[in-house]
């Protein structure tokens, strides 16, 4: 299964492979650098296929906890002054995206959406400490009565150049559900209340849609 984001690039992708692959097979007569472009052709559409993967999974939904939006490794766990929206102390909670991890993004927390805001920026690598102020990225704030407010923000990357974000205020956000798309690699930041129980560490990989990140 293919995440829609990525039905025209896939599409755009089978048409380039297929013609160059005629065209290889037509005008290139040494065996090994045909067989060489042919095998350089699959894996270009093997990653393709790969970066936009969508697959199920299966969310046990719980509003005392927020699970991880993305996959990846968990980079940051610190104690933060968040200035966008809560101006106040809270717990930033990291995941890195590989070019190779899953990179759909899913609702953390269940609720209502009580904010959203597209900011352009830079494209400073993503495990960079500015990155979160000042690359290319969206904040999402989602509340509900049981954890209170989470806000999650999709961070453009060096190779990341395009952050898509469904979550429009007052929204009925649920659990693990489909949020958005990051395209090529980058990073989200959790932004979490102090007395928040992370239960995850630095380092740990992490599966969108299904590791607890922190409880009440």
């Keep these: 299964m293919f995440h829609k984001e990525g039905h025209k690039i896939i599409l755009t992708t089978f048409v380039i492979v297929i013609a160059l692959f005629l065209l290889t097979d ?46 990846g490794k968990v980079v940051v766990i610190e104690e933060v002054f968040e200035k966008e929206y809560f101006n106040e102390k809270r717990l930033q909670v990291s995941v890195f995206m590989s070019p190779i991890n899953v990179h759909v993004t899913r609702y953390p927390i269940g609720g209502k959406v009580l904010f959203s805001k597209y900011h352009p920026g830079k494209y400073l690598v993503a495990w960079h400490p500015k990155a979160s102020e000042e690359n290319e990225r969206t904040t999402i704030v989602v509340e509900n009565p049981s954890y209170g407010k989470v806000l999650y923000r999709q961070i453009a990357g060096a190779l990341a150049k395009r952050i898509v974000n469904y979550a429009k205020v007052n929204d009925t956000a649920v659990q693990g559900a489909d949020a958005g798309f990051i395209k090529f690699g980058s990073r989200v930041d959790l932004f979490l209340p102090l007395d928040t129980n992370i239960k995850v560490q630095l380092n740990q990989k992490v599966k969108g849609g299904e590791t607890v990140i922190a409880e009440a």
């Design 26 to 71: 037509s005008f290139i007569t040494i065996s090994w650098l045909r067989t060489l472009t042919l095998v350089v052709l699959l894996i270009f559409l093997i990653l393709i296929l790969q970066f936009f993967r969508n697959p199920k999974r299966h969310t046990v939904q719980n509003e005392a906890q927020v699970i991880s939006p993305v996959d």
